[in-house]
Each structure stands twice: as structure tokens, then as C-alpha cells.
């Protein structure tokens, strides 16, 4: 089943079930070898899953749980391969979504009295492409492949949440997201460290994820006119952060949002719609590089095909 989060469309098996869990890849076709999130309905199922609990991650669910994070913690014994990778630590969650609180605490009430109680849910795309953020992308991207789609309308946040590895000592972030890396460390009191060559495998970690079907490429807001000059006669979509200038042709131009939420809110809606329209090219405006942009950017990143 699908389901909305605060953050991007979940596609939801009980992750105590290897069989369920194996139609999550098979429907997204993703790689066996990766680890999923497991999504919990509150912090005293975390034991279940988790066989430590150190005092960062206490302080980090205290202050955004329920919300857009995810903590990489050791596994808890008997926690299955299939959710890990086979690694040693598992990714855990609590949306602030509240129809998926709803089924989470639902699942949960059935589910007492069992070992382990959570949602595994990668985000409901196949794997490498754009995360949902409808329930009509959902369906549009899976179809047949997922029985059924919650609708929540559409997600508040618009991009994946910030995971944050504590796992293996001092906190390392593995995904940028809204949650930033500054507001972690002043929760935690402490420094937020990049991935090193050590560091878990994350899938968003491979180049050209989240992409449009579209070549993407990204442009600073000065280089935009000159691109468009030398596209001239080619369908081009633009996604920029200021007004269309008057005068362009076979250019479809789509203005987003100025300030980092509602950009990144409506920022998987419009590569989807551009990606629809049969353009030879997606021009991106690159937003700002400070650091509450980060996350938006790392996806635009990844977005952007290498041959342009
Ligand atoms: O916002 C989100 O996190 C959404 C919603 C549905 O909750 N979920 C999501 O799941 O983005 P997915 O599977 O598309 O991305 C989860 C990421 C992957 O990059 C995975 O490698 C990483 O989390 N991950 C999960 N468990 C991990 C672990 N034990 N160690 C390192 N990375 C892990
Ligand atoms: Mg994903």
C-alpha cells in the first residue's frame, strides 16, 4: 500500500514480513542490497528495532519527531536482513504526517504482541526516478504494481527526509534534506560530519537519481539568456525562481516559488510536469548555494544528467 508522508509518498509493507518486503523491490525495481526506512507509529517501538539509543538521537527524536528525519541506529537483534541490506544498522522514522500516524498506530494496535511493529517505505517511485508527492503520481508511477494509494493530498515538505547516521559514533549526515545539519548540531551540541568512504551505502548517493526522463541541466541565473540563445529553435522547459521574460518562443517557462519551502514543495510536481512536455531540454535556475538550499540542491544535483 501507498501512503503519504510529510515528505514524499511511501510505498508500505510490514517490515517484520520478507515476502511483503520483497514486493516493495520488485514493484520499484530497486537493487536487493539496499537498505529501507522503517517507519514507527511512536518512540517506544523503537527499542524493537534499535539495540542502542544514544543521548544525540534521543535529543534529535525529542526535538523533530514526528517530522522529516530519519536516524540510522544498530540494529536491534533478529531485525531482518532485507530492511538492512545486510548491514548492522537499520534506518527508523517517525511522519508527521497524520494519515500516516493514523495507519502506523493502526498497523501497530493489529500488530501488538508481535516482535517487531513498523512500515517499511521507500519513497513510491521506481527506483532512480522523481519521489511522488500525489497520490496520482503514485499511480502514474507504479500503476498496477501497488494495490492501493492513501490519498493525503499533496506532501508538505516535497523532498526526502534528512538522514542522519548515528550509527557509528559522531553524527554523519548521509542525505541533506529540510532539516539542516545547523539545526542538528544545536540540537546535539555537536558537528554534523559529511559521508567518508566508510559510510553505509545510500542510494540517493548514486549519480543521476531523482531524474527526469528529460536531459537537466543546471545554469546560474546569468548564464540563463546565453543558454537559451544557443537552444534557440529547440523545445526547452525552464525552471527558475524569477518571471519569464516576454518574448521567448518554444519555451515553456515555470516560475517557482522564491523561498526554500514552497520551492521544494512544488519542486518534484514541476520536474514531472516539465519532463511530460517532450522538451529536448530541462534548464534549471540553480538556487542559492547557502546551506538551507542544500538539500533542494543535492537533488538538482542528482537530477542533472552529465552530458549537458
Ligand atoms: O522521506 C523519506 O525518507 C521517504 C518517506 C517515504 O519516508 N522515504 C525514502 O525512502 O526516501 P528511500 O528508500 O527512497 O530512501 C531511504 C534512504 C536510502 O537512500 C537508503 O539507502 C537509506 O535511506 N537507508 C536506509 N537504511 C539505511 C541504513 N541502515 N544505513 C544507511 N542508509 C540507509
Ligand atoms: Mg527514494
Redesign the pocket.
Known amino acids: 500500500m501507498a501512503f503519504p508522508?510529510e515528505?514524499?509518498?511511501?510505498l508500505g509493507a510490514d517490515a517484520s514480513n520478507s515476502a511483503a518486503v520483497a514486493r516493495i523491490f520488485a514493484a520499484k525495481g530497486r537493487p536487493q542490497d539496499?537498505?529501507?526506512?522503517v517507519?514507527l507509529a511512536g518512540v517506544e517501538l523503537l527499542p524493537q528495532w534499535a539495540r542502542e539509543f544514544p543521548p544525540a538521537a534521543q535529543k534529535l527524536a525529542t526535538a523533530f519527531w514526528p517530522g522529516?528525519l530519519?536516524l540510522?541506529l544498530k540494529r536491534a537483534d533478529g531485525v531482518p536482513d532485507c530492511i538492512?541490506g545486510g548491514?548492522d544498522?537499520?534506518?527508523l522514522?517517525i511522519?508527521g504526517h497524520p494519515l500516516a500516524l493514523a495507519l502506523l498506530k493502526a498497523f501497530s494496535g493489529e500488530a501488538s504482541g508481535r516482535r517487531f511493529s513498523g512500515v517499511a517505505?521507500?519513497?513510491a517511485n521506481k527506483f532512480g526516478r522523481i519521489?511522488p508527492t500525489t497520490a496520482e503520481h503514485v499511480r502514474a508511477e507504479l500503476g498496477d504494481a501497488v494495490d492501493s494509494v492513501l490519498d493525503g493530498g499533496e506532501c508538505d515538505v516535497g523532498i526526502?527526509?534528512t538522514?542522519v547516521?548515528l550509527s557509528r559514533g559522531p553524527a554523519v549526515l548521509?542525505?541533506p534534506g529540510q532539516i539542516t545539519p545547523a539545526q542538528i548540531a544545536a540540537v546535539i551540541g555537536a558537528e554534523v560530519e559529511l559521508p567518508d568512504a566508510a559510510a553505509?551505502?545510500?542510494?540517493?548517493a548514486l549519480d543521476s537519481h531523482y531524474a527526469p526522463r528529460t536531459p537537466l541541466a543546471l545554469v546560474i541565473a546569468s548564464e540563463l539568456p546565453a543558454r537559451l540563445a544557443a537552444l534557440r529553435g529547440k523545445k526547452v522547459a525552464v525552471l527558475s525562481r524569477t518571471e519569464s521574460p516576454s518574448g521567448l518562443k518554444d519555451v515553456s517557462w515555470q516560475t517557482a516559488p522564491r523561498a526554500v519551502a514552497g520551492y521544494a514543495h512544488e519542486l518534484y510536481a514541476s520536474l514531472r510536469r516539465l519532463d511530460a512536455l517532450g522538451c529536448a531540454l530541462i534548464l534549471v535556475e540553480a538556487p542559492p548555494a547557502t546551506p538551507e538550499w542544500q538539500g533542494v540542491n543535492d537533488r538538482l544535483r542528482r537530477a542533472s544528467s552529465s552530458s549537458y
Open positions: 508522508t515528505t514524499v509518498y511511501g539496499h537498505p529501507l526506512i517507519h522529516p530519519t540510522i538492512t548491514q544498522s537499520v534506518g522514522r511522519p517505505a521507500p519513497s519521489s526526502e527526509s538522514i547516521d548521509l542525505r553505509p551505502r545510500v542510494p540517493g
